[in-house]
T-cell receptor, first 117, second 113 residues
Framework: GAGVSQSPRYKVAKRGQDVALRCDPISGHVSLFWYQQALGQGPEFLTYFQNEAQLDKSGLPSDRFFAERPEGSVSTLKIQRTQQEDSAVYLCASSLRGEGLAKNIQYFGAGTRLSVL | AQSVTQLGSHVSVSEGALVLLRCNYS??????LFWYVQYPNQGLQLLLK??????LVKGINGFEAEFKKSETSFHLTKPSAHMSDAAEYFC???????????FGTGTSLTVIP
């Protein structure tokens, strides 16, 4: 596609519900990133994939957060038993190559705004 | 450890005036530094980046930034603000691993007509 697409754009969940957020990266992009952006804050790194391999998940805040990219394209971020502190905008980004971002531009999606009531 | 600090969460300038958005970094090794812009309901867009080449970096939309090692700064400037520059601006440093950013808390720029 022309850009990184995320769905849904808005999600309201009751506390304790499970949610799944989808990211369609730019076609052919090797690297995929998830970020969490709380209100009034900068994005915080959650996890990174190179093709289908999850190479870094050091930013996932708890074991309730799980991400996958089984075929090396679309990725899903799943949050189990949502809590109010999970309310944030979840951003997905992709980049063409698997090498470091010093030489490799990240393209961001518009994000999914999750509100947990 | 790497981190960035953006001084001033809100900046207002008159249309045509100089834009100056401040970013200071902390890094134990020579950093890679970035500025991103975020328009409402859109994803982040790369404005410019410093990757140890020229210290004065020119980006899109007339923005530029200067890397000053002695001041550990990477401030973003634009000589003449335009109404379309109103947005949220984020400074970021790249972690050694090469695939993890630390973002600042952002500066919201308002342009007054």
């Amino acid at each position: 596609g022309a850009g990184v697409s995320q769905s849904p754009r808005y999600k309201v969940a009751k506390r304790g519900q499970d949610v799944a957020l989808r990211c369609d990266p730019i076609s052919g992009h090797v690297s995929l990133f998830w970020y969490q952006q709380a209100l009034g804050q900068g994005p915080e790194f959650l996890t990174y994939f190179q093709n289908e391999a999850q190479l870094d998940k050091s930013g996932l805040p708890s074991d309730r957060f799980f991400a996958e990219r089984p075929e090396g394209s679309v990725s899903t971020l799943k949050i189990q038993r949502t809590q109010q502190e999970d309310s944030a905008v979840y951003l997905c980004a992709s980049s063409l190559r698997g090498e470091g971002l010093a030489k490799n531009i990240q393209y961001f999606g518009a994000g999914t705004r999750l509100s947990v009531l | 450890a790497q981190s960035v600090t953006q001084l001033g969460s809100h900046v207002s300038v008159s249309e045509g005036a100089l834009v100056l958005l401040r970013c200071n970094y902390s890094s134990s090794v020579p950093p890679y530094l970035f500025w991103y812009v975020q328009y409402p309901n859109q994803g982040l867009q790369l404005l410019l980046k410093y990757t140890s080449a020229a210290t004065l970096v020119k980006g899109i939309n007339g923005f530029e930034a200067e890397f000053k090692k002695s001041e550990t700064s990477f401030h973003l400037t634009k000589p003449s603000a335009h109404m379309s520059d109103a947005a949220e601006y984020f400074c970021a440093v790249l972690v050694n691993t090469g695939n993890q950013f630390y973002f600042g808390t952002g500066t919201s720029l308002t342009v007054i007509p």
